[in-house]
Nanobody, 129 residues
Framework: QVQLVESGGGSVQAGGSMRLSCAAS????????LGWFRQAPGKEREGVAS????????AYADSVKGRFTISRDTSKNTVYLQMNNLEPEDTAMYYC??????????????????????WGQGTQVTVSS
């Protein structure tokens, strides 16, 4: 059982930056999908960024490419989401997710909402104009 705890959310003005952290109880698996998702009020949950542990390849939603960066620190069992040049449209609850030993290899699978077994409780990000 993997437990995930997000932190780093809050309020920021448009154009600002924020870094979210997700601490995991264990990241000992050789193959793991790690992802960040978000859900705004009245909207469906959407994938923001993901990383595949084997080759560290990453994938991003078109709306955040060039502004957000996902990274992982294995020594701290933590995955990060660095968010720059934030926009009011980025306002949402952000969730991290993990899938140890995914049944398929590659980042294409890690992009899928349905790939993930474990989810954090979420952290709110609010961007004001």
């Amino acid at each position: 059982q993997v437990q995930l705890v997000e932190s780093g959310g809050g309020s920021v003005q448009a154009g600002g930056s924020m870094r979210l952290s997700c601490a995991a109880s264990e990241y000992t698996y050789s193959r793991t999908c790690l992802g960040w998702f978000r859900q705004a009020p009245g909207k469906e949950r959407e994938g923001v960024a993901s990383i595949y542990s084997v080759d560290h390849t990453t994938a991003y939603a078109d709306s955040v490419k060039g502004r957000f960066t996902i990274s992982r620190d294995t020594s701290k069992n933590t995955v990060y989401l660095q968010m720059n040049n934030l926009e009011p449209e980025d306002t949402a609850m952000y969730y991290c997710a993990a899938r140890p030993n995914p049944p398929y290899t590659g980042t294409w699978y890690c992009r899928l909402d349905s790939a993930y077994d474990y989810w954090g409780q979420g952290t709110q990000v609010t961007v004001s104009s």
